[in-house]
């Protein structure tokens, strides 16, 4: 009789526990995500791939999960903070030349956790330190890179060289902590007054053409008149002045940005001492 009362008592007791049990070991790890095997709070080399596992509680194992996406980290000019479980916004990197000017870089890191490097991520930075530990090498690394390059470089051809190498510097020193590099953009860069010298020596010489251009149609102009002067006093009067208001109106319209048509074909007007076509005949 005490054995049917200890049965009765003690296996829906049992069952409970092996319930708890069971539903503890089974771990499902939700689309875009990776996790990471602990044990007894270590990380171990066991990823775990989207999808359900079963990992034994008794032993103290439990999951850790991190972003197996893309995330982005961008530093700009007009960052308000603002940051998702994806995409992170800072501050831009004010870094100093070698020839000792001053830039404020924007940049973009896109990057993606390397599923063999997890317990490197996890030991050294943990789910919510990896967005300091991007930020921190990565301006560490370009401040060095930045050293080392002119404000020359900035510009034309010499961008797209600094453009890669700073890619590659960048992805070479977040290798090593299990973050994969996938996409390097340097970004707008405020060079302070040295780039406003730049911007003005650029915008002088382009007004030094356009006067140069304008010059020279001046003094086509002045010659054309010069031919058209004569024809003032002349029989053809007309003509001349009909030259002269589509002239202006062109001018108007230059000025304005108004399309003018074109002027209708001149009648010639003979004078009296000139024959007409039908006296001619």
Do not use: C
């Not at 149609?217 to 001349?240: E, F, K, Q, T």
């Not at 000139?274 to 001619?280: A, G, L």
């Amino acid at each position: 009789m005490e054995w049917i009362i200890f049965a009765v008592i003690a296996v829906p007791i049992l069952g409970v526990i092996a319930w708890v049990v069971l539903d503890d070991s089974f771990v499902r790890i939700e689309p875009g995500q990776l996790g990471l095997l602990l044990i007894k709070g270590r990380a171990t080399d066991i990823a775990l791939q989207p999808g359900p596992h079963w990992v034994p509680a008794l032993r103290r194992r439990e999951v850790q999960t991190y972003p197996s996406v893309e995330m982005s980290y961008r530093a700009r000019l007009d960052a308000d903070g603002s940051s998702t479980d994806l995409e992170h916004s800072g501050p831009p990197l004010h870094a100093s030349l070698a020839d000792r000017s001053g830039a404020i870089a924007s940049f973009t890191v896109r990057f993606r956790l390397d599923t063999a490097g997890l317990p490197e991520v996890h030991n050294r930075f943990g789910p919510d330190g990896i967005w300091a530990a991007v930020r921190d090498l990565t301006e560490a690394t370009l401040s060095d890179e930045l050293a080392a390059t002119s404000i020359d470089d900035f510009f034309g051809t010499g961008r797209a060289a600094l453009h890669q190498r700073l890619a590659a510097a960048v992805t070479d020193a977040l290798a090593p902590t299990g973050i994969v590099v996938t996409m390097f953009l340097l970004g707008d860069a405020d060079l302070g007054r040295t780039g406003e010298v730049i911007e003005a020596t650029a915008r002088a010489r382009l007004e030094l053409e356009r006067e140069r251009a304008e010059a020279e149609m001046r003094m086509a102009r002045a010659r054309i008149d010069a031919d058209v002067a004569p024809l003032m006093d002349g029989p053809n009067v007309d003509v001349a002045l009909r030259y002269r208001e589509v002239d202006s109106w062109r001018d108007l319209a230059r000025r304005t940005n108004v399309s003018v048509p074109a002027a209708p074909p001149t009648r010639f007007i003979p004078t009296a001492d000139e024959p007409t076509d039908e006296e001619s005949d």
